[in-house]
């Protein structure tokens, strides 16, 4: 599996394909986009560049890229749920 064939599977499950705003097909590697200003999608095509290994095999690699995608959205879940807990713990405070 090669780095454009994850990105463009990321990039098809992303609000407008955004990611591939930040992605150079050509040239295989990311890039900068100042005009759109999508900070995620500007991080997938980050994240699964750095982690992409061209010696490992389709499997190997496209797991890797489920693992560093599911780690991240995780992170954010987390920091979600910390921030819809804000109220309720001021409630508890108060009380």
Do not use: C
């Not at 599996?1 to 407008?16: E, V």
């Not at 095999?57 to 987390?78: I, N």
């Amino acid at each position: 599996m090669t780095i454009n064939q994850i990105i463009y599977r990321a990039a098809s499950a992303y609000p407008d394909a955004l990611v591939m705003d930040y992605w150079d097909p050509v040239k295989e590697q990311p890039h900068e986009n100042i005009r759109v200003g999508d900070m995620l999608a500007e991080f997938i095509a980050n994240e699964l560049y750095s982690t992409f290994k061209e010696d490992a095999d389709g499997e190997q690699q496209l797991a890797e890229s489920v693992s560093v995608v599911q780690s991240a959205a995780d992170d954010l879940q987390a920091v979600a749920h910390a921030l819809a807990n804000i109220n309720r713990e001021r409630e508890r405070e108060a009380a």
